[in-house]
């Protein structure tokens, strides 16, 4: 079962900054939280992941709140290509069979 | 460096026939994991292999069944298909180490339908 929740669904004006939170209220001390999205009928694509500190990469960011119940996906500048089901995943450290469990997602459309 | 492949990108089968789906893996990665994703969820994790043993297993029956190859390539295999097989089949592939994180890429799927 899915360890995370997300809203179901957001909107988001081009070039605006799109904040895509999600609550994982019961993640252990070695959790990571994983970031995906996949836009559609295509494979999901990989953003950004991140344990206790705020990560960013060139295509996002990631805020992670200090007690580590909570984090929130930035795109800083949304478009029309960012229009997908973004999925948060939070997954232990290594262990044998290691597996993304994913949830349903929230799917974020970008609007002109 | 090449990203995850699949083939074919899709296929039909009647109820009761055999399909064999294929993955290359990122180059470096020797970790293979696959999904199953229907229409309108999410991906559900079926096995993963690892230097070409099976390295854990989700809820699915003995007639999924997959292999995975020196080169790291991988099979997964479905014997008497039904109707409910019918979905997106994915692989991901990752850089198992013996601690830390590894992420997985994905592959862009074969799409299954059953008839």
């Known amino acids: 079962d899915a360890k995370t929740t997300q809203p179901t669904s957001m909107d988001c004006a081009e070039g605006r900054a799109a904040n895509l939170p999600c609550n994982h209220s019961t993640i252990s001390g070695n959790e990571y939280v994983y970031w995906y999205r996949q836009i559609h009928s295509q494979g999901p694509q990989y953003i950004i992941h991140g344990l206790k500190n705020n990560e960013t990469n060139e295509m996002a960011s990631l805020i992670i709140t200090e007690d580590r119940k909570s984090s929130t996906l930035i795109l800083p500048h949304a478009t029309l290509r960012d229009t997908a089901v973004y999925y948060c995943?939070?997954?232990?450290?290594?262990?044998?069979?290691?597996?993304?469990?994913f949830g349903a997602g929230t799917i974020l459309r970008v609007k002109s | 460096e090449t990203g995850v492949t699949q083939s074919p990108t899709h296929l039909i089968k009647t109820r009761g026939q055999q399909v064999t789906l294929r993955c290359s893996s990122q180059?470096?990665?020797?970790?293979v994991s696959w999904y199953q994703q229907a229409l309108g969820q999410g991906p559900q994790f079926i096995f993963q292999?690892?230097?070409?043993?099976?390295?854990g297993r989700g809820n699915f029956p003995p007639r999924f069944s997959g292999l995975q190859f020196p080169n790291y390539s991988s099979e997964l295999n479905v014997n008497a298909l039904e109707l409910d097989d019918s979905a997106l089949y994915l692989c991901?592939?990752?850089?198992?180490?013996?601690?830390?994180?590894?992420?997985?890429?994905f592959g862009p799927g074969t799409r299954l339908l059953v008839l």
């Open positions: 292999y690892y230097r070409e043993e099976e390295n």
């Open positions: 991901a592939s990752s850089q198992s180490v013996l601690a830390g994180s590894e992420t997985q890429y």
């Open positions: 995943i939070v997954r232990p450290t290594y262990v044998r069979g290691n597996k993304l469990v």
């Open positions: 180059s470096g990665h020797n970790t």
